[in-house]
């Protein structure tokens, strides 16, 4: 059984607290201090570790000179960490960690928000249940989530629901209170799971499904329940039976869920520590195999981890992973999980590197990067590493 970390809700404090970070009004300190202390906030199920933990391998070399250009001019690793208030970053070449590091109160055993690297790990979880056969990413979302049937997701495939192009319309600025994601979490902080499902259920469409790609976190959240109705198990068990428990994790993670038994918020809410989310990482480098067992479908994240093209127009979202928008020829076949405040966890198969950015910035921007470009690091760090 999954156990519940924190049954009792959010009292007033915590509900002006969260308020706040997604308006983009919290001093430096607070900012570290809610991401840092997110699974205390609001009800969350723990994603239970194994009983053996495995040790990352640790390249015993001198780091090499990371460098990446940006506006003409040149930067280097320092920079980046200290003008993106970077807590922490864990980076692993074939495997090695060739740096480890920790800013601004992180340690080791912190568990930090995912924010919605969450969304990449949901997304993932819809792939292990395909291969079982549990899921079927051309049947409307419907066909598994009952209280969608009737409604504006009745015909929406699975597939299109990873993709984001429902067509439905939706507002995803955090910082404006009249946006749909603002609605979404004022109808979150109800703490009733029905509401949650009414309320997408309800929302206006804006183009046929298939047609228009708008990324909405609300969309991620009904991962949830289709996990819970495909494969019968509260989504933090089934990623702690196939995946948390088997890689060897330090720590036991956590997932926001709707009160005690409500669904789990699938897009937000996950948090780990970096070493677990550098796990998790690799294994989607491994091609999602553990232990010589392939979990997921073969070439999952070769599908899943493409830009798409609607109405001739490229799109950087793939399966609910991001595409780098650079062009470099460093980033080639690369694909990344994002989270608001600067949250990264960029995979480059190519490259055999990943790359691993928890911190604290000082707005939940949705890809509007007012401090170096993240993409420009990336393949900085691959160009020091080749």
Known sequence: ???????????????????RFYDGTMRPGETVECLSSYHRMHPTRTIAKGPIEKSLHVHGGALPNITFAQD???????????????????????GWVVAELYELGLQANTLWASCSMAKSIASTLVGIAVREGAIDLAAPISRYVAPLRGGTYDEVSVRQVLQMVSG?????????????????????????SDAILAHMSGLSRAAAPGSAWIYN??????????????????????????IWS???????????????????????????????????????????????????????????????VIAGQRVPYGYMWWIPELADPMLEGSFQAEGIYGQYLHVNPREELLIVVLSARPKPSFRTRVEFNDDAFFAGVARALR
């Open 168 to 192: 439905v319309s939706w507002n995803e600025t955090y910082t404006d209170p009249t946006s749909e994601r603002r609605r979404l979490l004022e109808v979150q902080l109800t703490l009733q």
């Open 246 to 308: 088997r890689l060897g994790m330090e720590q036991d993670a956590t997932w926001w869920t709707v009160g005690a038994d409500g669904m789990v918020l699938a897009g937000s809410g996950m948090s780990a520590t970096l070493r677990d989310y550098a796990r998790f990482g690799q294994f989607v480098l491994d091609d999602g195999v553990i232990d010589g067992e392939a979990l997921v479908p073969t070439g999952w994240f070769a599908e899943a981890g493409v830009p798409q």
């Open 72 to 94: 003409g001019r040149t930067f280097d690793l320092y920079d980046y960490l200290a003008t993106n208030r970077v807590a922490g970053l864990l980076i692993m070449k074939r």
């Open 217 to 242: 976190t609300g969309e991620s959240y009904l991962v949830g329940p289709l996990l819970q109705a495909a494969t019968g198990e509260d989504p933090t068990r089934y990623l702690s039976r196939k």
């Open 1 to 19: 059984m999954s156990k519940v970390r924190n049954n009792k809700g959010m009292d007033a404090t915590g509900r002006a607290v969260l308020q």
